[in-house]
């Protein structure tokens, strides 16, 4: 028992150490009103590393892997994106609209493509003095770009 449950904990520890050549995945994504915007590296099939930026009229807010947790979960041939990023309140939550998916792969380690997805995250803090606590829900026009 005691050595079945040292090997499970050594494969759960090596699953989410990041290997070397890991990369992070480029999300880039832009409201058709040029609005709302999130771009950054998110996590991907070998790295937890978050950087991401959300930008809404004058304001900004930055998320990162130090102080927020966060997960995504790729199936692009079954057309699945979801990213989930923990924060005070609300958490920054984008998914893909399955009908809009289109994404290649190039190569064994590289994939590139476009989708239609929906935000709903906190809204970024306004420059010019607009204040509001509702939440930021816009539609994204995205590429995502993540190269081993």
Not at 27 to 44: E, H, R, T
């Amino acid at each position: 028992m005691a050595v079945r449950g040292t090997w499970l904990l050594s494969c759960l520890l090596w699953a989410g150490v990041a290997h070397a050549g890991s990369a992070p995945a480029d999300l880039d994504c832009l409201s058709d009103s040029g609005k709302v915007a999130l771009k950054g590296v998110i996590p991907s099939p070998s790295s937890d590393e978050l950087k991401v930026e959300l930008r809404y009229a004058d304001g900004s807010l930055g998320f990162d892997s130090d102080t927020n947790a966060s997960f995504a979960v790729t199936d692009f041939p079954q057309s699945v994106f979801t990213l989930v990023v923990a924060a005070d309140g609300l958490p920054l939550t984008l998914y893909a609209l399955p009908s809009s998916v289109a994404v290649t792969k190039r190569g064994n380690d590289e994939m590139a493509g476009k989708f239609q997805a929906k935000l709903a995250a906190p809204r970024p803090g306004s420059v010019s003095g607009i204040q509001s606590t509702a939440p930021l829900k816009a539609t994204l026009n995205c590429e995502y770009r993540y190269a081993l």
